[in-house]
């Protein structure tokens, strides 16, 4: 009872309430009955079946597509604008500008995806754009929600910045596009891809949006998933979730990978560089103990 905490507790409490219905989705899934609440087995059938399944499968690699464009188009979004809020720091309406950056952060989806229904439904009747809502809508709705992410994800780490290392790029000679590409981008690069992972996941995730500006023919995994669920969960939803929960955990794992092998070389690299200042070569020592040359009369 010495080492009994309440906190350590409460964590694994927390850990069991977030990942033990993963688990048991991951373990349904292998269920041999179509009954997903009556245990007939285990057996592979559903995930073999996937294959036959292709409404489910359409709408997984479309929300797929989606997700990807929409991350790419959030970040580039997100970042512009960031860079704007805290670069530079004024010009006329730079208020409402951050106000409208960070609005979709708090506006209930409801509002969002009923806006831009009303919005399509507007441009359609006035220019002819666009003609029927699809792929091209959701994509627009889910940038414009996910670039708030980034924004606010990216503003943090520029204000975090040394700004001295641009200022001496500049006054070497180099131009301001060449010193955001090379040098400010590569700095940001954790921030934007932990932007771009936030927004695919969050358009992966997404279900009222595209509910709102989708049409025939563009159904998402998360409305087909929904529309399934409404009528009793079909193990071959498990079986989908239990493979995006595989993809997940599988990238996550790459990322960290990578990441700490950098890190590793990063620490080396230092320590080597320690060693060699504190440890100088026998050439440095014989330079140093070697009489300096007498000056000519």
């Known amino acids: 009872m010495k080492n009994f905490r309440f906190s350590t507790f409460m964590l694994w409490v927390g850990f069991a309430f977030i990942y033990l219905p993963m688990l048991i989705l991951v373990i349904y899934s292998f269920n041999a009955s179509r009954l997903v609440t009556v245990w007939g087995g285990w057996s592979v059938k559903w995930y073999v079946g996937l294959l036959d399944n292709r409404q489910l499968m359409s709408a997984v690699w479309r929300s797929l597509e989606i997700a990807c464009y929409t991350a790419i188009a959030a970040v580039a979004l997100g970042t512009l604008a960031a860079f704007v809020l805290t670069r530079i720091n004024r010009f006329k309406g730079r208020t409402l500008f951050g106000g409208l950056v960070t609005a979709p952060l708090v506006m209930p989806e409801v509002i969002t995806g009923l806006s831009l229904l009303l919005l399509f439904v507007a441009m359609a009747q006035l220019i002819g754009w666009p003609a029927e809502r699809g792929l091209m809508t959701i994509w627009i709705a889910h940038t414009t929600f996910c670039s708030a992410y980034v924004a606010v994800v990216v503003s943090a780490r520029l204000r975090e910045l040394d700004l001295s290392i641009e200022e001496a790029a500049m006054d070497l000679g180099a131009r301001p596009w060449k010193v ?12 934007l891809a ?52 595989l993809a997940v955990s599988f990238a996550t794992f ?19 560089v320690m060693e060699e200042s504190s440890n100088p070569s026998w050439q440095q020592v014989l330079d140093s103990r070697r009489p300096a040359p007498k000056p000519l009369d």
């Open 194 to 245: 932990a932007g771009g992972m936030m927004s695919f996941a969050l358009s992966l995730d997404d279900l009222v949006l595209a509910s709102f500006v989708s049409g025939p023919g563009s159904t998402t995994l998360p409305m087909e998933v929904f529309s399934a669920v409404r009528l009793g969960v079909k193990p071959e939803i498990n079986a989908v979730a239990s493979l995006i929960l």
């Open 254 to 272: 790459l990322v960290w990978f990578f990441a700490h092998r950098a890190e590793e070389k990063r620490k080396k690299a230092i320590e080597q």
């Open 180 to 191: 955001f590409f090379l040098i400010t981008i590569p700095m940001i690069a954790p921030s």
